[in-house]
């Protein structure tokens, strides 16, 4: 056990007020702004540093939840995936809320490696439930420490190397092997799914996008949500996001460093694109951004990313059979119908989700504190470039 009336941790004793002082510490400071509290600060760095020595407690971990894990089965788990601001996240936070969906939250980030000990102790603490509050992103999505986030990405960089290095191919293809992550993920997937009682591992990691076939290789009968959206919109948000990192990071030294710990490479000043294995598109892009031009790299990125999803698609079989593309549009504007594709297609139970469905059809639509302000020569850059791969999805300019 990890928590008594006097909480025990790793044959620690803490007593309660020693509880109370570190439950302070993982919460945040009531501003009504997000921010990261002080204890988390200090053990997203900590784990980092110590990443050898939190394997090995996975595998205790794993150990002493032996008996219980035998029968755990991942069945057909879920993947959520496009270019960030594609809406990606409204799909897992919608999605998560099926009774048989089990995925990381906000709480797991700064102790991922640890799925059943660290729920245990989070559940355990004495942290008062604090008020929603924007996300970083500032983009009108509420979140708490029990939000649905993606978490996952910190586990594939800790058992791949260069998985960011946009100077080399980011692809994961079904010739990929890597033992020790597989065993570790798919145990790691377990503990996740016996903690919260479900059936079902849903996540969100838009770094997938080059990895589907490995994934598929692991889990034959893993089903894909390929999230896309109008090219136009989608680098409005692409270009504002970005700029608002930068700008936060600046203002903030110390989230450059949180941010590489989780993974988190798609904005700011440690910006990396994904090469979906060309280098010199990448290097066309990097020249626009260093002219100024940055709708038009945006505009390459985006027609990179979703020409080599298409491509995959139209090769494998199986991978198309698995996959569902999603067009933001279609989920705001036809949500009915959209929701119901979506759950038919990763086989979630309709009956189970009719409340969640009604309150998501009266609230999804698209942004409105934001509109692309785009000169008649960057809209044109983007229609150029972006045209052909856009249509392959159905978009028409």
């Known amino acids: 056990?990890?928590?008594?009336?006097?909480?025990?941790?790793?044959?620690?004793?803490?007593?309660?007020?020693?509880?109370?002082?570190?439950?302070?510490?993982?919460?945040?400071?009531?501003?009504?702004?997000?921010?990261?509290?002080?204890?988390?600060?200090?053990?997203?760095?900590?784990?980092?540093?110590?990443?050898?020595?939190?394997?090995?407690?996975?595998?205790?971990?794993?150990?002493?939840?032996?008996?219980?894990?035998?029968?755990?089965?991942?069945?057909?788990?879920?993947?959520?995936?496009?270019?960030?601001?594609?809406?990606?996240?409204?799909?897992?936070?919608?999605?998560?809320?099926?009774?048989?969906?089990?995925?990381?939250?906000?709480?797991?980030?700064?102790?991922?490696?640890?799925?059943?000990?660290?729920?245990?102790?989070?559940?355990?603490?004495?942290?008062?439930?604090?008020?929603?509050?924007?996300?970083?992103?500032?983009?009108?999505?509420?979140?708490?420490?029990?939000?649905?986030?993606?978490?996952?990405?910190?586990?594939?960089?800790?058992?791949?190397?260069?998985?960011?290095?946009?100077?080399?191919?980011?692809?994961?293809?079904?010739?990929?092997?890597?033992?020790?992550?597989?065993?570790?993920?798919?145990?790691?997937?377990?503990?996740?799914?016996?903690?919260?009682?479900?059936?079902?591992?849903?996540?969100?990691?838009?770094?997938?996008?080059?990895?589907?076939?490995?994934?598929?290789?692991?889990?034959?009968?893993?089903?894909?949500l390929l999230v896309i959206r109008n090219p136009v919109n989608h680098i409005a948000s692409l270009v504002k996001q970005h700029r608002l990192f930068t700008e936060m990071v600046r203002k903030e030294p110390d989230m450059y460093k949180i941010l590489g710990i989780i993974g988190h490479f798609e904005f700011g000043p440690n910006q990396a694109f994904i090469n979906p294995g060309n280098i010199e598109t990448i290097r066309r892009i990097r020249r626009l951004f260093a002219e100024g031009r940055q709708v038009r790299g945006w505009a390459v990125y985006w027609d990179a990313i979703y020409s080599f999803i298409a491509e995959r698609l139209e090769q494998n079989t199986a991978l198309k059979k698995a996959g569902l593309v999603i067009r933001y549009e279609d989920l705001c504007r036809n949500s009915s119908a959209t929701i119901d594709r979506i759950l038919k297609h990763i086989s979630f139970s309709s009956d189970q989700f009719k409340e969640v469905k009604r309150r998501y059809v009266s609230k999804l639509g698209e942004p409105r504190y934001y509109k692309p302000d785009f000169t008649d020569t960057e809209l044109a850059d983007i229609q150029e470039i972006t045209r052909e791969t856009a249509k392959r999805f159905g978009y028409e300019f």
Request: net charge positive; proline share 5%; with cysteine.
């Open 1 to 224: 056990m990890f928590f008594r009336a006097e909480t025990i941790v790793f044959g620690r004793v803490f007593t309660p007020m020693k509880t109370n002082i570190l439950a302070k510490l993982l919460a945040p400071e009531a501003s009504g702004k997000w921010n990261i509290p002080i204890g988390a600060n200090f053990l997203f760095r900590t784990v980092n540093s110590l990443k050898p020595l939190f394997l090995k407690l996975s595998k205790l971990e794993s150990r002493h939840l032996k008996s219980k894990l035998k029968n755990i089965k991942i069945i057909r788990p879920v993947y959520i995936c496009g270019i960030a601001r594609s809406g990606t996240t409204i799909t897992l936070e919608m999605c998560h809320q099926h009774p048989v969906a089990g995925n990381h939250f906000y709480y797991h980030m700064p102790v991922p490696f640890l799925p059943y000990w660290w729920d245990y102790v989070i559940s355990s603490l004495p942290v008062q439930d604090f008020q929603a509050v924007e996300r970083i992103h500032k983009d009108g999505l509420m979140v708490t420490k029990d939000s649905p986030d993606a978490v996952e990405e910190t586990l594939w960089m800790t058992f791949f190397n260069g998985l960011h290095d946009e100077s080399q191919s980011n692809i994961l293809g079904s010739e990929v092997r890597n033992k020790r992550f597989e065993a570790f993920y798919k145990e790691h997937i377990r503990k996740l799914l016996w903690r919260q009682n479900k059936k079902r591992y849903i996540t969100k990691n838009n770094y997938n996008v080059t990895r589907l076939e490995y994934i598929l290789r692991i889990f034959p009968d893993a089903v894909f």
